[in-house]
């Protein structure tokens, strides 16, 4: 058995928020005793902020959460997956770095689609690299924003991922279409999906950590509690359905692919 744990922290309003869901975060991975894998939200060393100097100012704190997580992997033989705004070689980047099960680095991926105030913060998009082997497993990764561009999901479903791993904010966003987004990524993948982000004590916006099984099933949810959700899975669990009615049993992501037709809508 493969347990994810997903953390949701509150979305701190008050002072110091960034040092307080920081603080939070490492506390709530330390008591998940049962896991195989934690994964943080996006910006877990800046979470709370909302202006330009705070999330620079925030950006040292990184290099500590990186050690912290490292260290929990190898300490616990799990992998942990945690995503940070950091300098890095000069440049300010999102990045979500997975660590194997002696604490190593496995891989860093770069968030490829930027909202607006990233760009004003002048976050580097990454280069597209989004999915990794790991021990047999293939991960694949997105990044809050991500989730709204079908061009990256059709790039993973085509590299057919295990897990895909999603750090989300989406502070704004309505609870219904964060649901849809995940099912959706779940189905078209043929894969579990794994989404850590904020609660913002709305049961309509934000929240909605959840794991959610290849065939759509939402597994576990946070909703708008703050903690953390475990689930048990086998990372090599496919939906398996018929290839039209009547027809034999197949992939469904391989009975999506035999229809694709991308050249009819070329100009």
Do not use: W
Not at 70 to 87: C, D, F, H, Q
């Amino acid at each position: 058995m493969f347990n994810i744990t997903v953390i949701q922290p509150p979305y701190f309003a008050g002072e110091e928020p960034d040092a307080k869901i920081a603080a939070f975060l490492e506390n709530e991975a330390k008591a998940a005793k049962d896991s195989s894998l934690i994964l943080l939200p996006e910006y877990s060393n800046a979470g709370g902020l909302s202006d330009k100097e705070r999330e620079l100012r925030a950006l040292p704190r990184a290099k500590e959460m990186k050690k912290t997580f490292s260290r929990l992997a190898k300490e616990r033989g799990i992998y942990t997956a945690l995503n940070v705004l950091e300098e890095r070689e000069g440049k300010i980047k999102n990045s979500t770095y997975l660590f194997d099960k002696k604490g190593e680095v496995a891989f860093v991926y770069d968030k490829i689609h930027l909202p607006p105030s990233e760009v004003m913060l002048g976050v580097e998009r990454g280069s597209g690299a989004c999915v990794c082997d790991l021990d047999g497993i293939r991960f694949a990764f997105m990044t809050c924003y991500d989730v709204y561009f079908n061009e990256q999901i059709e790039y993973i479903a085509s590299q057919k991922p295990d897990i895909v791993l999603i750090p989300g904010y989406q502070r704004g966003e309505r609870t219904d279409i964060i649901l849809a987004q995940a099912k959706l990524t779940a189905f078209r993948c043929n894969a579990f999906v794994a989404r850590a982000s904020y609660s913002m004590n709305d049961e309509g916006r934000g929240g909605n950590s959840m794991i959610v099984a290849p065939d759509g099933q939402i597994l576990k949810n946070l909703g708008k509690d703050v903690g953390s959700i475990t689930v048990g899975i086998d990372p090599k669990e496919k939906y398996m359905r018929t290839a039209g009615f009547g027809g034999g049993m197949v992939r469904n992501d391989d009975f999506i692919n035999a229809g694709l037709c991308p050249e009819a809508f070329e100009k």
